[in-house]
Each structure stands twice: as structure tokens, then as C-alpha cells.
């Protein structure tokens, strides 16, 4: 089954999900040939491990706490905190908390 994203001039919400956290899943919101964007949602001690993607990245924590581990120096970002990687760096990231973030990727082609 294909993925459905959001269509181009269709709002999205990005507001905390609140209550609503606990059951959320991490989710693709738009795709198009150069850029994606991404709700992540991880539970307080779940990771994802050490990668690397081509293209920039930005990470804006949305709710909750996560850190993000980029060539060995540790990022802590809270609510309403961005930071941005340059392409190919490896990073990792843990839920310090329950935490949603935008994940924003420049896709190189």
C-alpha cells in the first residue's frame, strides 16, 4: 500500500499532539522531489540508530525532549529547539522523553 502524503496547498496541522502522543506513529507528511517532511514521534528510550542521509536535514523538536548525537557531540533539543546537519553526517537520535519532532530532509537527486 502506497503511502498517502499531503497534496501540494493542503494544510497540515504540526501542532503537539498532546494527549494524543502515546498512540502516535512516526509519519511521512509530504514527498515531492526535493524535499521531505516528517513527523517523528519516539517514546522515551527508543532511538534510531547512527545513519546518514545525502541531503541537509533539519530536526525542530515539536513536544517532549530528544537528543541527537552527531560525530560523537550530543544535542539535547526541548520544545520549540531546531538544529541543522549538513548532508552525509551521521547523527542518531533518542527520545530523552515521549518527544514528536519535524524531521525536514533536502533530497538530493
Known amino acids: 500500500m502506497a503511502l498517502v502524503h499531503t497534496p501540494p496547498g493542503q494544510a497540515v496541522d504540526v501542532q503537539p499532539l498532546g494527549a494524543q502522543l502515546p498512540g ?5 507528511l509530504f514527498k515531492s522531489e526535493d524535499l ?4 517523528l514521534v519516539l517514546r522515551a528510550g527508543k532511538s534510531l540508530p547512527p545513519h546518514a542521509v545525502p ?3 533539519t530536526v525542530q523538536c515539536v513536544e517532549g525532549a530528544i537528543d541527537i548525537t552527531v560525530e560523537g557531540h550530543s544535542h539535547a533539543l526541548r520544545a520549540g ?5 549538513r548532508g552525509n ?14 524531521v525536514t530532509v533536502a533530497l538530493r537527486r
Do not use: K, P
Open 55 to 57: 541531503g541537509e536535514i
Open 81 to 85: 529547539q531546531l538544529l541543522y546537519l
Open 36 to 39: 521531505e517532511v516528517i513527523r
Open 24 to 28: 502516535a506513529r512516526t509519519v511521512a
Open 89 to 102: 553526517v551521521l547523527h542518531g537520535v533518542t527520545a530523552l522523553e515521549d518527544a514528536s519532532a519535524l
